[in-house]
């Protein structure tokens, strides 16, 4: 009886110990399965400008550069100028000794003494003629003789006055000397030039661009000129519309404000525009992804990205240009994440949204192993 007894225990405990372990091991499991849709941020295409510039070397130059030529030949007597030096208009650069015009002194003195001589004659004449010694034909010969004789005085003194004038060479304009070619007793003649005198008072730089730049340039366009850690604003003055034969560039010229200090002949960096679009459909430049070379964007479709190929123009730093593939109604994703695909599900993120916020969901599923 008691073995009986003592059995059934045994089977009991085997029973309980089968059954813990059914519990422990044969039970089925639960998985947990995290489905987390991508937080996107979005916003509609705007119109906008966009300008693109591009940095180019010029060349400085003075607005009005002038050669100085001597109007007549001879030997400098005394140069009042040197290299560097600023002259003003009318200011004497230099004085020649002329044979020329020793010759014109002796002209002009025997025109005075020949003048003299005239109006003594139509004096003495015009006596004898109130006496009735001579004819009347005599007084008109003598009153000829002494105006013939006082323009030719008139003309030999013009032409001493011109040739003096012109043993003074004076500077044409207000400027700098940029070069300095005669000294004293050198023999010139009016082929010489004796110096070059650049103006200051406009400064421009010299540059040339491309055709595609060419063509988005116009006449007072502004433009910036970086000198030295110095920025100069300037504008637009000339541009070329045949390209130069020698660099195979389009000939620009352009004025720069306050540029009286840049040093002629020296480079500067030159700040122009170099493609720009007005009005445009616009959108952020982060939110255009490639594939194969194409553009495109994801569009937010109900809670769902949709993507959408776009024809893309011209783009700065900030803003790209959208030609077609988009409305202004459009909800550009503007966020990218792994998770972000064709179709996928997407939670939008308002702006207004706290910094700590991250909006997210999880779906829980079972499935047994």
């Known amino acids: 009886m008691k073995k009986k007894v003592k059995y059934l225990i045994w089977l009991l405990v085997l029973c309980l110990a089968v059954f813990a372990a059914y519990l422990i091991f044969g039970k089925k499991k639960e998985t947990v399965i995290e489905e987390v849709r991508p937080v996107v941020m979005t916003e509609t295409p705007a119109v906008d400008d966009i300008t693109l510039y591009t940095d180019l070397i010029g060349t400085i130059e003075p607005a009005e550069v002038v050669t100085v ?15 560097g030096e600023t002259v003003t208009a009318g200011q004497v650069l230099c004085k020649i000794d002329s044979d020329a015009l020793n010759a014109l002194k002796i002209q002009l003195d025997g025109a005075a003494v020949s003048k003299k001589d005239a109006e003594l004659a139509l004096q003495r004449t015009q006596a004898l003629f109130a006496t009735g010694a001579v004819s009347q034909q005599a007084l008109e010969q ?12 008139e003309a030999a003194k013009n032409s001493y006055d011109l040739q003096l004038k012109y043993t003074s060479v004076i500077s044409p304009i207000n400027g700098v000397i940029e070069s300095k070619n005669i000294d004293p007793h050198d023999m010139i003649s009016p082929s010489t030039g004796i110096c070059v005198i650049s103006g200051k008072e406009e400064i421009t730089v010299s540059l040339g661009v491309s055709e595609k730049v060419m063509k988005n340039l116009t006449v007072g366009m502004p433009i910036t000129v970086d000198k030295a850690d110095t920025k100069y604003e300037g504008s637009i003055t000339e541009i070329a519309s045949m390209v130069d034969s020698a660099s195979g560039l389009y000939k620009v010229k352009a004025f720069i404000n306050d540029g009286e200090n840049l040093t002629t002949g020296s480079k500067a960096k030159v700040t122009v525009t170099m493609d720009s679009v007005q009005n445009v459909l ?18 937010l479709e109900g809670t769902q990205a949709k993507k959408v190929m776009i024809d893309a123009g011209i783009y700065d730093a900030e803003r790209m240009e959208v030609k077609s593939g988009l409305s202004p109604e459009d909800q550009v994703i503007t966020t990218w994440s792994n998770e972000l695909n064709d179709g996928a599900e997407v939670l939008v993120k308002n702006d207004d949204a706290s910094a700590g916020t991250t909006e997210a969901t999880a779906e829980t599923t079972a499935s047994a192993n």
């Open 69 to 83: 030529y001597p109007k007549m030949s001879g030997e400098v007597l005394e140069v009042n100028f040197s290299v």
């Open 142 to 153: 003598a009153q000829s003789g002494a105006t013939g004789a006082a323009l030719q005085y």
């Open 282 to 299: 616009t959108i952020p430049v982060d939110a255009v992804s490639y594939a194969s070379g194409e553009p495109f964007v994801y569009c």
